[in-house]
């Protein structure tokens, strides 16, 4: 089974890779993707990683966090059992996946608390469970990857040429858009401003990359 994000987009004519993927599940039960410039503990905060007893354990803080919008997964008893330990913190320690503010001290490079996919991703940790580097690891990947996060449709065409708005503007406009757009995340009055603003500040940066990633090419 695939586990994807509502906004994640399918791209049909990278299926055979999509199989290749799909290929470890032969010896693993379930499998999620890391990448590499996201640390743990940037992205958690510390009241998760006390309660599941790894606040200074750096094989949990330091290693990349496990995202959440894609999953492989057969159903088997560990599949369920890493599945229902996540949902008890929903019913149990809500607090865990919220925005309010951790009682235990966060690490200075700390964030934001990433909510369900904290959870997940140590969750996986601890289940000692595989992960594939994400696709936005290099150009290669970008464009064989048969399925993309990119959260809302409008931003990312099908067949991913980038001829969206964004790709007309030169870096320095990129940059200061992707610096408001990060306060604008943060402050913005309402959920749903505050949502999109950094949907568009998550969609530069993706632009910002593929085009460094295009120059060392």
């Known amino acids: ?78 599949t369920l059992r890493i599945i229902d330990e996540w949902l008890q913190i929903f019913y149990n320690h809500f607090h865990l996946v919220t925005d309010s503010p951790s009682r235990t001290a966060n690490y200075p490079e700390f964030q934001e608390n990433r909510h369900d ?13 595989v992960t594939l580097q994400d696709y936005m690891s290099t150009k290669a990947s970008i464009e064989s990857s048969a399925i993309r996060d990119s959260r809302d449709k409008q931003f990312l065409p099908h067949d991913w040429n980038l001829s969206y708005t964004w790709e007309s503007y030169s870096p320095f406009v990129l940059y200061l858009s992707r610096i408001l757009f990060a306060i604008l995340g943060r402050i913005s009055p309402t959920s749903k401003m505050r949502k999109k603003s950094r949907a568009y500040c998550s969609q530069i940066k993706w632009i910002e990359k593929y085009r460094s990633l295009s120059r060392e090419n």
């Open 1 to 78: 089974m695939i586990y994807a994000d509502i906004g994640c987009e399918f791209i049909p004519k990278n299926v055979p890779y999509l199989l290749q993927q799909l290929e470890c599940l032969h010896n693993n039960d379930i499998v999620g993707f890391h990448s590499e410039s996201t640390k743990e503990k940037y992205w958690t905060k510390a009241d998760v990683f006390l309660h599941f007893g790894v606040l200074d354990n750096p094989k949990f803080t330091e290693s990349p966090q496990i995202k959440g919008g894609v999953i492989f997964m057969k159903k088997s008893n560990k």
């Open 117 to 129: 996919q904290s959870i997940f991703s140590l969750l996986m940790k601890i289940h000692n469970c």
